[in-house]
């Protein structure tokens, strides 16, 4: 199984050989088509910004859609979330409302279930963040928000929790951090939540990271070294 710094070492390689992709912007990226990896670090190249996922969090379990609620937490959205969102301040990427919302069929509580009532060997208990009103919704209002996150499923092996993360689409420098981070946070949310034969689960489950575009962009290029 590879792992985030066979991931780094493959993107310093393609700097390296100047194997570049333009994107619609006309902005240089480098990627790696159909990446699967074991994500065993909060960060591939440079360091999270703890105070910013922090706010991120909390903001993805208001369950707000809204990014002025993220501006009221953090002190500001940043330009990404200003990007994506429409001209009323609405995106569709809180992954708080699409997991844990009744309107998206509480995900969550549903993989609880799955996993403690039905059948704890499951491979079921997915939770589902993209849906194909996607194509529509995306552009709502001046909307540029294509949900990133395809789905992530959860596994009991060993009397441990483990997950794959499975992405449309993740830029390695603040999307996989930002993006790791909620997905870790999730994780140790379903280890509290659940039991096994009436035992707590053992602590500590892996993060599979598998993503069909893994990409740096031109402004990132510094890092990747």
Not at 8 to 21: M, Y
Not at 70 to 89: F, M, Q, R, T, V
Not at 138 to 153: L, M, P, Q
Request: with cysteine.
């Amino acid at each position: 199984m590879l792992t985030t710094k066979n991931i780094a070492n493959t993107f310093i390689d393609k700097l390296k050989n100047k194997e570049f992709t333009d994107d619609k912007t006309g902005c240089k990226t480098i990627e790696i088509f159909a990446a699967s990896f074991l994500a065993d670090k909060p960060s591939i190249f440079g360091k999270p910004n703890q105070e910013y996922i922090d706010a991120e969090i909390e903001w993805y379990n208001s369950r707000s859609t809204n990014i002025n609620k993220l501006a009221e937490i953090y002190g500001k959205s940043p330009a990404a979330w200003e990007y994506s969102a429409n001209d009323y301040g609405e995106i569709n990427s809180n992954y708080g409302h699409l997991i844990f919302s009744k309107k998206f069929h509480r995900q969550y509580n549903q993989v609880v279930k799955e996993l403690s009532e039905v059948n704890p060997d499951s491979r079921r208990a997915s939770m589902i963040y993209q849906r194909p009103s996607i194509w529509r919704e995306s552009k709502e209002d001046g909307k540029n928000d294509f949900i990133c996150t395809n789905a992530v499923t959860y596994y009991i092996r060993d009397e441990q929790l483990h997950c794959v993360v499975q992405m449309r689409s993740n830029d390695v420098v603040f999307g996989y951090r930002n993006d790791y981070a909620w997905q870790k946070y999730v994780l140790g949310k379903l280890e509290k939540d659940l039991y096994y034969n009436g035992h707590p689960l053992k602590k500590g489950g892996n993060i599979y990271w598998q993503v069909q575009n893994l990409h740096v962009y031109e402004r990132h290029f510094d890092l990747v070294k």
